[in-house]
């Protein structure tokens, strides 16, 4: 039921048609977990807060930054060095007192992935990493819940609902659509693209806004649909997606971090021991060219992609420190030296963001 006080604040969206007290009511009586509440987290925890969601669960173990704030709009300087999902739920406590949340102040992983989703009717995927993805993917198609899933690329945004069936059979899922995960250092990151913040707004709201249609039952929600929005040029695209025949059952979890192809054994120098060492190192900057002329510490510019066919050019017998934007793709281009029998290969942790 609802309180006098909760028909006042929400007044505004019980008066559209087709909506009401009824429709308010199913919103109170749900539970929705955020996973991620950066870029695509803040706005829709804010718009399902706002909303009336009765029980958010808000995933995160990632500390506020100073890189953070220009889009994970819930956090301030005063924020610094919080917990995201501890400083998320107290920022929209303020939005929605009516709102219970639950911090789990800790990454999602195979082990805790099943036992912390289960208890939410609906997940929203608000992470920026593939081995992530995969996990929650696949402990959603296990648990039998709804994933809205976004994920954004430049000036590009995607936006879909995965495994929430329309008929007996199966919903799409996010392996129906990408079966397996691209390369390591073949997708950069937002670390090393760059993002325009009010792009995750955009989609982290339209991913509130399916929440809703769920909840609710209105509208035409984005079930086994990917919706494309190009923010630069303002295009839309609607795909509709379908069961990949090939897919095989998906029963168990497993590790993520190998799946993606992340988990090795690759040596990294911190920024500090890279300085003070007496070692005379090769510099490799493994980006494009141009952002190696925006900034750079040295060494030669050999671009991942061309790493493979300048490996000739290198000499086996000296030491290499590789380094990128925030260590990612070095480690990707360290791999491809240690694969062509160079042993003395170092990655800079943090990459020249974290060099000074």
């Known amino acids: 039921m609802l309180s006098d006080k909760e028909i006042q604040r929400y007044d505004r969206q019980m008066i559209l048609p087709s909506f009401g007290k009824e429709k308010q009511e199913k919103l109170k009586a749900a539970a929705v977990l955020v996973i991620g509440a950066g870029g695509l987290g803040c706005p829709a925890l804010q718009y399902l807060a706002a909303a009336g969601i009765g029980r958010i669960g808000i995933v995160d173990g990632d500390s506020v930054d100073a ?29 929605n007192p009516f709102v219970k949340t639950d911090i789990y102040a800790e ?25 992530t993805r995969y996990l929650i993917n696949d402990a959603c198609v296990i648990l039998g819940k709804a994933n809205v899933f976004a994920s954004i690329s430049e000036f590009s945004a995607q936006i879909a609902i995965f495994n929430s069936a329309k008929s007996a059979q199966r919903g799409v899922n996010y392996r129906d659509l990408y079966p397996n995960p691209p390369l390591p250092g073949e997708v ?70 190998m799946f993606c192809g ?12 890279f300085k003070t060492s007496t070692q005379l190192f090769e510099l490799i900057d493994v980006r494009t060219p141009d952002k ?31 380094y990128c934007s925030s260590g990612n793709k070095s480690k990707t281009a360290s791999e491809v030296l240690l694969k062509n029998g160079f042993n003395n290969v170092l990655s800079l942790k943090g990459g020249v963001t974290n060099f000074d």
């Open 107 to 131: 990454h999602l992983t195979t082990e805790n992935a099943l036992e912390i989703i289960s208890g939410y009717d609906i997940v929203l995927d608000g992470t920026d990493n593939f081995p």
């Open 262 to 273: 992340q988990e090795r054994d690759i040596v990294e120098i911190s920024a500090a021991a």
């Open 188 to 257: 950069p990151s937002c670390a090393e693209a760059g993002v325009i913040g009010a792009l995750p707004g955009i989609a982290g709201t339209a991913q509130a806004m399916e929440c809703i249609k769920l909840i609710t039952g209105i509208g035409t929600p984005l079930i086994d649909k990917l919706w494309i929005f190009d923010a630069l040029n303002n295009n839309s695209t609607l795909i509709e997606l379908s069961l990949d025949p090939a897919q095989a059952p998906i029963n168990t979890l497993i590790n993520y971090q």
């Open 292 to 322: 190696h002329a925006l900034k750079n510490i040295g060494g030669i510019n050999i671009p991942l992609e061309n790493l493979q066919e300048r490996v000739k050019d290198l000499d086996p017998s000296k030491h290499y420190v590789l």
């Open 67 to 95: 890189s953070n704030l220009h889009r994970q709009i819930l956090y301030n300087d005063a924020d610094l060095g919080e917990n995201k999902a501890a400083k998320a739920a107290e920022k929209i406590s303020r939005i």
